[in-house]
């Protein structure tokens, strides 16, 4: 739980709130954009997690009129002006992939997941939750990227880490780690960069139960 002390002194809180960003959280997004140059303007991004919305806008920036933003949350993301928003948990892939796929008629140039358990106070179970919300997010960018296509998805750092970064560089010509300087300090995440979808000659994922 971050205190409300706190927040009033995180300088990227204060930005965000100055220039209208729903959530801090758009300052990584931010900083992972202008390190590895993941959209461009006319791109179509699918952002999982995406509530209440932050990095939905920056992406929404970066993709312009001319590129497409589809956003899904277990929770109800409102109002970002050209931004086609699904309640979906993404844990249950037929039924995500079907949402999107009702919107969505091309692939899209971007998967982005900043999907985070509600932490439960239990570090091994709330690791392992986010470890499955980090594969369905490789999963969905999977059904949906193309070709050269980029993703990035959140995890916190635990004994499932090194299999889902395995994962990703499997089919991605580039893979990198990277912890935005805004990340909190005492924060266990860290997102998994992969550039360059290699396509579907890639290896599946063992299905992880919940
Ligand atoms: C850290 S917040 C995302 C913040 C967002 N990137 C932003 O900038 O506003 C994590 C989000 O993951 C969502 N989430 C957690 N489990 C999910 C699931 N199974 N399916 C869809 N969204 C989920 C939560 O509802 C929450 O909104």
Redesign the pocket.
């Known amino acids: 739980m971050v205190r409300k002390a706190e927040l009033a002194r995180d300088r990227y809180y204060k930005m965000a709130k100055e220039r209208g960003y729903?959530?801090r959280?758009?300052y990584?997004?931010k900083d992972m954009e202008s390190r590895f140059r993941l959209i461009k303007p006319g791109d179509t991004v699918i952002?999982?997690?995406?509530?209440?919305?932050?990095?939905?806008q920056v992406a929404k920036e970066l993709a312009g009129d001319r590129g497409m933003v589809i956003s899904?949350?277990?929770?109800r993301i409102s109002g970002i002006e050209g931004v086609i928003a699904i309640e979906?948990?993404?844990?249950d892939h037929e039924a995500?992939i079907n949402a999107i796929s009702s919107v969505l008629t091309h692939a899209a140039d971007v998967v982005l997941s900043?999907?985070?358990?509600?932490l439960s106070g239990n570090r091994a179970y709330d690791h392992y939750r986010s470890f499955v919300?980090s594969n369905?997010a490789l999963h969905i960018a999977k059904a949906f990227l193309k070709p050269g296509g980029n993703f990035v998805a959140?995890i916190f750092q635990s004994e499932y880490y090194n299999a889902f970064y395995n994962a990703v560089k499997a089919i991605f010509h580039d893979t990198r780690a990277y912890t935005p300087e805004s990340s909190r300090k005492r924060s266990a995440e860290v997102f998994v960069i992969g550039r360059g979808f290699k396509s579907q000659n890639n290896k599946p994922l063992k299905d992880v139960k919940v």
């Open positions: 729903r959530a959280s758009a990584k997004l952002d999982l997690g995406a509530a209440p919305g932050g990095w939905t899904v949350d277990l929770q979906s948990d993404i844990t995500t900043d999907a985070a358990p509600k919300l369905s959140k």
